[in-house]
């Protein structure tokens, strides 16, 4: 038997993962703040909310009874925030990069000490972490660039220890993510005051790009992969989103140039 331990475990890519794993040799403890809603052999749900120290070593401690030697510490819990960096509280700010940076932090800073040689740290990024930021998903890309930043420093610790880091890029895939954003879109619109009818067009952009998305199942399947193998890349990059990476190909000038043109229009002050 192999051992994992999964942050986000409840749902969309978290529970896609876990039941990938444990239906292929993986004992998977599921660390998230309420309980999967189906029932998974070889599972085990310990309620944790990493923004939270003590609920880290609760779990730690959990785990660590059994003395068991982890394959895989797996960061999959994460949310998105779509707003204005002029008009978001301070308190949305701290939070975002609470639950996006400093989370995966605490949980591989107790459990890597737990990690067998050979074993694997897997990080969830998004194909917006090594992109140009977009305006008002600014916040979401700079906590997701920031986890590049820590992991790719952490990959060059790790191997001193034999132990791996690989970071997975995803673009849209189809989990309450989606549904999240769509949520915070709409907030950001009713709520924004400088840019109410910048951010309806650019909701519509969105809706394009999350249009593409692909079933949470194949994210379980590359994990499961990557986990199989001895020697994995750094990163991993799934469903990627065309017209993004082609927008980041373009002068920075001229990116600010086509952004400017789509948000603004003669309708802008109706």
């Known amino acids: 038997m192999k051992y994992a331990v999964l942050t986000g475990a409840s749902g969309g890519m978290g529970l896609a993962i876990a039941k990938e794993l444990t239906a292929n040799g993986y004992y998977v403890f599921g660390l998230d703040i309420k309980k999967p809603e189906v ?78 040689e050979g074993g694997k740290v897997v990080m969830i990024s998004s194909e917006l972490a090594p992109l140009d930021p977009l305006p008002f998903t600014g916040i979401y890309g700079i906590t997701k660039s920031t986890v590049e930043k820590y992991a790719f420093s952490l990959r060059m610790e790790l191997q001193l220890l034999n132990k791996q880091v690989v970071v997975i890029r995803p673009g849209a895939i189809n989990t309450q993510m989606i549904d999240s954003s769509n949520a915070s879109i709409e907030k950001f619109t009713n ?7 910048n951010a309806r067009k650019f909701k519509k952009v ?62 802008k002050n109706t």
């Open 206 to 267: 969105i809706d394009n790009v999350e249009s593409r998305k692909i079933p949470a199942k194949r994210i379980g399947k590359l994990v499961r992969k990557i986990l199989n193998k001895k020697k994995p890349k750094y990163v991993y990059k799934i469903n990627r989103n065309f017209l993004l990476l082609l927008m980041h190909c373009l002068p920075k000038r001229t990116q600010n140039w086509a952004i400017k043109k789509i948000l603004l229009s003669k309708e």
């Open 191 to 197: 709520n924004t005051t400088n840019y109410k009818w």
């Open 39 to 116: 029932e998974l052999e070889n599972f085990e749900f310990i309620k944790t909310n990493i923004r939270e120290q003590h609920d880290i070593e609760h779990a730690f401690k959990k785990i660590n009874k059994s003395e068991i030697k982890l394959d895989a510490i797996i960061s999959t819990a994460g949310i998105y925030d779509m707003n204005s960096l002029i008009e978001m509280s301070e308190e949305d700010f701290i939070k975002i990069f609470d639950i996006n940076v400093f989370g995966i932090y605490r949980l591989n800073k107790a459990f890597v000490p737990i990690l067998k």
